[in-house]
T-cell receptor, first 109, second 116 residues
Framework: NAGVTQTPKFRILKIGQSMTLQCTQDMNHNYMYWYRQDPGMGLKLIYYSVGAGITDKGEVPNGYNVSRSTTEDFPLRLELAAPSQTSVYFC????????FGAGTRLSVL | RKEVEQDPGPFNVPEGATVAFNCTYSNSASQSFFWYRQDCRKEPKLLMSVYSSGNEDGRFTAQLNRASQYISLLIRDSKLSDSATYLCVVNIESRRYGGATNKLIFGTGTLLAVQP
């Protein structure tokens, strides 16, 4: 049982590049979430999904897009990377408490 | 006002000490409450849920006061391995898509450093 798996673990992007952060879970959870965490700050919700085909904006959605075509996968897309998107990104799935992936450390230079 | 507020610390305590963390939340519609632990450069992990009746798990005791919108975590006989950031989390339920959806709101966390 792998839990929540995120890839890649680290990435450096140039301004304006695009990338997709992958997230997959094998616990058959309906709820999945993307958060970002800046140094010394709490987690801020970017997008969430309550099930396949349903997504909704969180607190800080600008500059990001998501899709949820299957229960297992919830990728996060950055279309035009900006330095303000330098952060640690966590994906989570939920069943009465959230289970987090190990995170993706992204730097935009 | 932040939805979830915590003292950022750091709390520097000697081994064996008892330490208490406090948290307040602003949304009275908050449904459920949790404490998470986050080690440096790691993902948050669920430590315990918090109930109005109070709950205990070994050296850890959590309390909820709904009237005051206040949550606490007490750690007794602290160990070096307890050093981490403790995140207060509230779950806000809303009605959408014909059912309920849940969103967790995280506090910024309180850093605990247990000294030998």
């Amino acid at each position: 049982n792998a839990g929540v798996t995120q890839t890649p673990k680290f990435r450096i992007l140039k301004i304006g590049q695009s990338m997709t952060l992958q997230c997959t879970q094998d616990m058959n959870h309906n709820y999945m979430y993307w958060y970002r965490q800046d140094p010394g700050m709490g987690l801020k919700l970017i997008y969430y999904s309550v099930g396949a085909g349903i997504t909704d904006k969180g607190e800080v959605p600008n500059g990001y897009n998501v899709s949820r075509s299957t229960t297992e996968d919830f990728p996060l897309r950055l279309e035009l990377a900006a330095p303000s998107q330098t952060s640690v990104y966590f994906c989570a799935s939920s069943y009465g408490g959230e289970y987090f992936g190990a995170g993706t450390r992204l730097s935009v230079l | 006002r932040k939805e979830v507020e915590q003292d950022p610390g750091p709390f520097n305590v000697p081994e064996g000490a008892t330490v208490a963390f406090n948290c307040t939340y602003s949304n009275s519609a908050s449904q459920s409450f949790f404490w998470y632990r986050q080690d440096c450069r790691k993902e948050p992990k669920l430590l315990m849920s918090v109930y109005s009746s109070g709950n205990e798990d070994g050296r850890f005791t959590a309390q909820l006061n709904r009237a005051s919108q206040y949550i606490s975590l007490l750690i007794r006989d602290s160990k070096l391995s307890d050093s981490a950031t403790y995140l207060c989390v509230v779950n806000i339920e809303s009605r959408r898509y014909g059912g309920a959806t849940n969103k967790l709101i995280f506090g910024t966390g309180t850093l605990l450093a247990v000294q030998p």
